[in-house]
């Protein structure tokens, strides 16, 4: 059993920035790998980031490629995704959860997600 927990949501202004942590405890961490997902109101749970355990593989939905950076520290049990030049499009409540084999952007290859945290960019 792996527990995840994200933090670093906000407010922001559109254009501004903000990197969310997801810190982990249970399973070895470096064992697996990480993705992001987001999941706006009446809107299905979608694709952001992926990393693999060793951090060596990286992989971003179109709409966030150029913009968000997915990253690890194996050593303090923590992926991070740094998110740039933020749209009014980007709010959502952002979820991490541990890759537990099959596609990378399918949710339904992920177990163990955190409780989300809210991530809001005014225009």
């Known amino acids: 059993q792996v527990q995840l927990v994200e933090s670093g949501g906000g407010l922001v202004q559109a254009g501004g920035a903000l990197r969310l942590s997801c810190a982990a405890s249970?399973?070895?961490?470096?064992?697996?790998?990480v993705g992001w997902f987001r999941q706006a109101p009446g809107k299905e749970r979608q694709f952001v980031a992926f990393?693999?355990?060793?951090?060596?593989?990286?992989y971003y939905a179109d709409s966030v490629k150029g913009r968000f950076t997915i990253s690890r520290d194996n050593a303090k049990n923590t992926a991070y995704l740094q998110m740039n030049r933020l749209k009014a499009e980007d709010t959502a409540v952002y979820y991490c959860?541990?890759?537990?084999?099959?596609?990378?952007?399918?949710?339904?290859?992920?177990?163990?997600w955190g409780q989300g945290t809210q991530v809001t960019v005014s225009s």
């Open positions: 249970g399973r070895t961490f470096s064992n697996y790998g």
């Open positions: 990393i693999s355990w060793s951090g060596a593989a990286t």
């Open positions: 959860a541990r890759h537990s084999g099959g596609t990378y952007s399918d949710r339904r290859s992920y177990r163990d």
